[in-house]
C-alpha cells in the first residue's frame, strides 16, 4: 500500500522559484528510483527528471541547469526545486516511485501555473 502525496504546486512569475515535494508512504523498498513528470492536456507526460537511490540523477534537457531533484532517504521523500521558471513549464506535475525497476506508483498531481 503505496501513497505518494505531493505538495508544493502554485501560480508563480515567470522567472521565480518553487519547490515541489512528494512524500511517499507504506512498504518503500529501498531500491528505488523517485521522478518527476508533467503533463498538459492532449500531450503526454514527460519525464522532467530522475533520481535513483544512490543519488544518481537525470534531467531533461528542458529543464537541465534550471531544474533540480532531490531526495531524502530518511522521509522517503522527493522534491524538484524549479528555478528560472518559463511558461512552457506550466502543467500538472507527477511523482513517481519505481520500485526494483518494477512496481510503478503514481501521486495524484500537483498543478504548476507559470505567468507572464
Known amino acids: 500500500q503505496v501513497q505518494l502525496v505531493e505538495s508544493g504546486g502554485g501560480l508563480v512569475q515567470a522567472g521565480g522559484s518553487l519547490r515541489l515535494s512528494c512524500a511517499a508512504s507504506g512498504n518503500i523498498f529501498s531500491i528505488n528510483t523517485m521522478g518527476w513528470y508533467r503533463q498538459v492536456p492532449g500531450k503526454q507526460r514527460e519525464l522532467v527528471a530522475l533520481?535513483?537511490?544512490?543519488?544518481?540523477?537525470n534531467y531533461a534537457d528542458s529543464v537541465k541547469g534550471r531544474f533540480t531533484i532531490s531526495r531524502d532517504n530518511a522521509k522517503n521523500t522527493a522534491y524538484l526545486q524549479m528555478n528560472s521558471l518559463k511558461l512552457e513549464d506550466t502543467g500538472v506535475y507527477y511523482c513517481k516511485l519505481t520500485i526494483m525497476a518494477k512496481y510503478e506508483y503514481w501521486g495524484q498531481g500537483t498543478q504548476v501555473t507559470v505567468s507572464s
Open positions: 533520481v535513483n537511490s544512490g543519488g544518481i540523477t
